[in-house]
């Protein structure tokens, strides 16, 4: 999954077609949904059946979390280089 994810990051900057565009978001899709469902089966396997809830809920509010932080560190990075 990270592999696929990795190689339509990477051949995104390089499309210069709209089916090529197309391709490179398919990839970087697919590999998110694979690595999307493992973690989210993990979390189930680990938790204790009363707290399912609470851990996927953790699950989902950490990775929101992330994409926040990333994208204003990543913008604050661009805007100082």
């Known amino acids: 999954g990270l592999?696929?994810?990795a190689a339509g990051l990477l051949c995104l900057p390089l499309?210069?077609?709209t089916w090529q565009l197309y391709c490179c978001a398919g990839l970087w899709g697919l590999g998110s949904?694979?690595?999307?469902?493992?973690?989210?089966?993990?979390?189930v396997d680990l938790s204790h059946q009363e707290n399912r809830g609470q851990a996927?809920?953790?699950?989902?509010?950490?990775g929101d979390l992330g994409l926040l932080l990333g994208a204003v560190a990543l913008s604050a990075v661009a805007q100082y280089s």
């Open 15 to 17: 499309a210069s077609q």
């Open 56 to 62: 996927l809920g953790l699950l989902r509010s950490a």
């Open 3 to 5: 592999s696929l994810v």
């Open 33 to 43: 949904a694979l690595v999307g469902s493992s973690a989210t089966a993990m979390m």
